[in-house]
């Protein structure tokens, strides 16, 4: 009948009612999941055959296409490997000057005119402009053939000394080479020479004075090479040394050895700390168990035997001994100086105070500023000064690299300005350890030597840098 259905099977048929055959077959579908073998469950999650369960992505809206990334990727892969032949285009490229450009682009403008005006004119200037940039390149084109060497002499001068250049080419192919324009960076400025025609094998030497008036660190070099045309269209440079640096090294003053005056000791410094063993003979004291017994004074043991009438022993206690370590620290912050000779001075000072203390053969650790050296030779130790120059750094983060540094400092001596603060100073003295000994050398241009006490510190004002022994031999005194 209509509306009925009949089911084939062992036992009777069975009617059922359409609305309830839809209801079921609904929620069959939800119940079966699709027909991978997943199930749906009622919460919004689905799980797989194997019991796992996975959450719906909550994201409704489309993905975001991929597209975009991947051009990005292959760009990427197009530059890297496009990379060699673009630095070489720019490498050809950067021959062309500044009037070659302007050349080229009349040329190119002088030949749109010919080809949409017919101009007789500007064929003429275009094929005049075309023939000098033929003329140009074809000048410009070869390689040369030479070697060339640059010496400093000396690489280490004090202030007002004298240094040179020393330029030598040497043409090494079998044809002559003509005119050709060299440079050479001096600091700031430049030496140039025009050599003449050199001939096969032949050489060319070239001298320059160096200007010593400034303590400094002086680039010398790269020796440039510069070949073009008479017409200045194409330029080709070609960087033939290293850069050598020359170190102009401050102004010193000959000191008295710092073991009988600042320091005190040459080998090392008795300290308060009490030892077993060392060489500092402090005191006699009772025998403890556990104490060496190669230290026993047997003779004083003896005698105080005899006298307590009892067996008593003497062992020997001695102090702590410690070599000598000088910091020598020079404050670069621009605030601390009146005037860059101020600087100078307090340059000078540190560097005679350093220079001193090598030849007693202290250990010391040298600071100016961002630049430090620790255990340093002679020479490298006046390096790190002629580095220095003011900026804006502290004195205390210059402390905190010292004592990161070299943390077994026995004396310090900082080098600042008159216009230094003294609780900058007194900040520097609390930053090291209590048994570090401070003095500061302050610089103040023309005054007298003084001497004054800040904080347990020494304070000496310097005018000059001929002052200066006579200003630590009044700082022993005191």
Same mark, same amino acid.
């Given at each position: 009948?209509?509306?009925?259905?009949?089911?084939?099977?062992?036992?009777?048929?069975?009617?059922?009612?359409?609305?309830?055959?839809?209801?079921?077959?609904?929620?069959?579908?939800?119940?079966?999941?699709?027909?991978?073998?997943?199930? #749906?469950?009622?919460?919004?999650?689905?799980?797989?055959?194997?019991?796992?369960?996975?959450?719906?992505?909550?994201?409704?809206?489309?993905?975001?296409?991929?597209?975009?990334?991947?051009?990005?990727?292959?760009?990427?892969?197009?530059? #890297?490997?496009?990379?060699?032949?673009?630095?070489?285009?720019?490498?050809?490229?950067?021959?062309?000057?500044?009037?070659?450009?302007?050349?080229?682009?009349?040329?190119?403008?002088? +030949?749109?005119?010919?080809?949409?005006?017919?101009?007789?004119?500007?064929?003429?200037?275009?094929?005049?402009?075309?023939?000098?940039?033929?003329?140009?390149?074809?000048?410009?084109?070869?390689?040369?053939?030479?070697?060339?060497?640059?010496?400093?002499?000396?690489?280490?001068?004090?202030?007002?000394?004298?240094?040179?250049?020393?330029?030598?080419?040497?043409?090494?192919?079998?044809?002559?080479?003509?005119?050709?324009?060299?440079?050479?960076?001096?600091?700031?400025?430049?030496?140039?020479?025009?050599?003449?025609?050199?001939?096969?094998?032949?050489?060319?030497?070239?001298?320059?004075?160096?200007?010593?008036?400034?303590?400094?660190?002086?680039?010398?070099? %790269?020796?440039?090479?510069?070949?073009?045309?008479?017409?200045?269209?194409?330029?080709?440079?070609?960087? +033939?040394?290293?850069?050598?640096?020359?170190?102009?090294?401050?102004?010193?003053?000959?000191?008295?050895?710092?073991?009988?005056?600042?320091?005190?000791?040459?080998?090392?410094?008795?300290?308060?700390?009490?030892?077993?063993?060392? &060489?500092?003979?402090?005191?006699? #004291? %009772?025998?403890?168990?556990?104490?060496?017994?190669?230290?026993?004074? +047997?003779?004083?043991?003896?005698?105080?035997?005899?006298?307590?009438?009892?067996?008593?022993?003497?062992?020997?206690?001695? &102090?702590?001994? #410690?070599?000598?370590?000088?910091?020598?620290?020079?404050?670069?912050?621009?605030?601390?100086?009146?005037?860059?000779?101020?600087?100078?001075?307090?340059?000078?000072?540190?560097?005679?105070?350093?220079?001193?203390?090598?030849?007693?053969?202290?250990?010391?650790?040298?600071?100016?500023?961002?630049?430090?050296?620790?255990?340093?030779?002679?020479?490298?130790?006046?390096?790190?000064?002629?580095?220095?120059?003011?900026?804006?750094?502290?004195?205390?983060?210059?402390?905190?690299?010292?004592?990161?540094?070299?943390?077994?400092?026995?004396?310090?001596?900082?080098?600042?300005?008159?216009?230094?603060?003294?609780?900058?100073? &007194?900040?520097?003295?609390?930053?090291?350890?209590?048994?570090?000994?401070?003095?500061?050398?302050?610089?103040?241009?023309?005054?007298?030597?003084?001497?004054?006490?800040?904080?347990?510190?020494?304070?000496?004002?310097?005018?000059?840098?001929?002052?200066?022994?006579?200003?630590?031999?009044?700082?022993?005194?005191?």
């Amino acid at each position: 009948m209509p509306g009925e259905r009949t089911t084939r099977g062992a036992g009777p048929a069975i009617e059922e009612d359409p609305s309830q055959t839809v209801a079921r077959a609904s929620v069959q579908s939800v119940a079966s999941g699709p027909a991978t073998g997943e199930h #749906r469950n009622p919460t919004g999650t689905r799980s797989g055959p194997r019991g796992t369960t996975r959450r719906q992505s909550s994201r409704t809206g489309p993905r975001p296409p991929r597209a975009a990334s991947r051009v990005k990727k292959r760009a990427r892969s197009v530059i #890297r490997f496009t990379k060699p032949v673009w630095s070489r285009v720019g490498s050809m490229l950067s021959i062309v000057s500044p009037l070659g450009w302007t050349v080229i682009l009349f040329t190119a403008v002088a +030949w749109v005119l010919t080809a949409t005006l017919h101009w007789v004119e500007f064929a003429y200037v275009t094929v005049f402009l075309i023939v000098i940039l033929v003329i140009a390149l074809v000048l410009s084109l070869g390689r040369l053939n030479l070697a060339v060497r640059l010496d400093v002499d000396p690489r280490r001068v004090t202030v007002g000394d004298t240094a040179a250049t020393r330029l030598e080419v040497v043409n090494q192919a079998s044809t002559p080479l003509l005119a050709l324009s060299v440079e050479v960076p001096i600091g700031e400025s430049a030496a140039r020479y025009n050599l003449p025609m050199v001939p096969p094998g032949g050489h060319r030497e070239e001298l320059t004075l160096i200007p010593t008036s400034r303590r400094a660190v002086i680039n010398v070099g %790269p020796v440039i090479s510069q070949r073009g045309d008479p017409f200045n269209v194409f330029r080709r440079q070609v960087a +033939w040394t290293p850069v050598i640096e020359l170190f102009i090294h401050p102004r010193i003053v000959a000191l008295e050895s710092l073991g009988s005056g600042l320091l005190r000791d040459l080998e090392g410094q008795a300290t308060n700390d009490v030892s077993t063993s060392d &060489l500092a003979f402090h005191a006699l #004291r %009772p025998y403890t168990p556990g104490d060496d017994r190669r230290f026993i004074h +047997w003779r004083s043991s003896a005698k105080l035997s005899a006298t307590s009438g009892m067996d008593a022993f003497l062992v020997r206690q001695f &102090l702590d001994t #410690r070599r000598s370590h000088i910091a020598v620290i020079v404050d670069v912050n621009s605030a601390s100086y009146a005037s860059e000779a101020e600087f100078e001075l307090a340059i000078s000072l540190g560097a005679s105070v350093a220079v001193r203390a090598l030849a007693d053969e202290l250990d010391i650790t040298v600071l100016c500023g961002r630049h430090a050296a620790v255990r340093p030779p002679r020479q490298m130790a006046l390096d790190t000064f002629s580095r220095a120059g003011r900026e804006a750094y502290s004195l205390a983060e210059e402390t905190a690299t010292l004592v990161k540094l070299a943390s077994d400092i026995s004396q310090a001596v900082v080098c600042t300005g008159s216009r230094a603060d003294v609780g900058a100073l &007194l900040r520097t003295k609390a930053m090291l350890p209590p048994e570090v000994r401070v003095v500061a050398l302050r610089s103040d241009q023309g005054a007298t030597v003084g001497l004054r006490q800040a904080g347990g510190m020494n304070v000496i004002t310097v005018g000059m840098l001929s002052d200066l022994p006579h200003a630590l031999a009044a700082e022993v005194m005191a």
